[in-house]
């Protein structure tokens, strides 16, 4: 009987086992993830050190969903030191991301090559690559914990994704706390190549918007990148936002990014 007992309390571990959620899944639904057809919002960039505000940038923000493949493009309209800089990323299937940036003190856009991806994006804790997409399968994921609390969100999936190619990413491993409901990452560790915490991403709030054709958006409305190595960190705050209200394609070009209109 007890041997009988055994047999029937494992064949139940292995068939819960069988449909349990892995890592490659939970990070594939973050990608796969209901995204609006298009975006547009008010930026507020706030750079701090060790507490202490450093400046405080005005940006327009447009963005654009087809067939799961996201654009985005930055206006950047105030402080004076970068009013005039515009910035292009354009999601690829099947490989990197394309980046341009205009700055109005040389003006002309170049684009952004791979070998920069490490580089700050216009001054702030975001690298260019922060700023881009990763695909899924550049990754090996394992889910480290099933639930855990981190920050302002409870019951998170925690994932630790570690690049298969470790010349593809700035980034040795990232570990990323995970919205059950949502699919959204949170709270994103990221270690540099010696294994050290390099950065932390953190999402404080998310916004649940009304879109077009009866369908609702998850957005994240604040989060801030901390580079905890200089005890720096750009916060970064969406207002205005509107979805699904169509913008035209020339906001995705580099002849926007050229000319700003």
């Known amino acids: 009987m007890t041997k009988k007992i055994a047999s029937f309390a494992i064949a139940i571990m292995m068939g819960a086992s069988a449909f349990a959620i892995d890592g490659t899944e939970i990070m594939q639904k973050v990608y796969d993830r209901q995204k609006p057809d298009f975006t547009q919002a008010a930026v507020q960039l706030t750079l701090t050190k060790g507490g202490k505000v450093e400046e405080t940038r005005n940006v327009g923000e447009y963005g654009r969903c087809k067939n799961n493949l996201t654009d985005i493009t930055m206006v950047f309209m ?4 970068v009013k005039g800089t515009r ?14 940036i205009y700055l109005p003190s040389l ?4 684009r952004i090559a791979a070998s920069d991806g490490e580089k700050p994006f216009v001054g702030t804790d975001f690298s260019y690559d922060d700023m881009s997409s990763r695909k899924v399968e550049e990754d090996t994921h ?26 593809s990413s700035q980034y040795s491993k990232r570990i990323s706390w995970v919205t059950k409901d949502s699919w959204i990452p949170t709270y994103i560790e990221l270690y540099d190549k010696k294994g050290s915490l390099l950065k932390v991403n953190e999402i ?3 916004q649940k918007m009304p879109g077009s054709n ?10 801030i990148m901390t580079n905890v190595q200089k005890d ?13 209200q169509p913008l ?14």
């Open 214 to 223: 009866g369908r609702s958006y998850n957005i994240p409305t604040e989060n």
């Open 232 to 244: 720096h960190a750009t916060i970064m705050k969406l207002g205005g936002i509107k979805v699904d």
């Open 204 to 206: 404080k709030s998310i």
């Open 142 to 167: 394992k889910l480290l914990k099933n639930s855990e609390d981190k920050g302002n969100f409870k019951d998170l999936y925690v994932v630790e994704s570690i690049p298969k190619d470790p010349k």
């Open 87 to 100: 910035f292009l990323v354009k999601e690829n299937e099947g490989k990197d991301d394309d980046k341009w």
């Open 107 to 110: 003006k002309t856009t170049r």
């Open 248 to 261: 035209a394609d020339r906001y995705f070009t580099t002849d926007f990014l050229n000319t700003g209109k």
């Open 78 to 81: 105030s402080p004076a030191t």
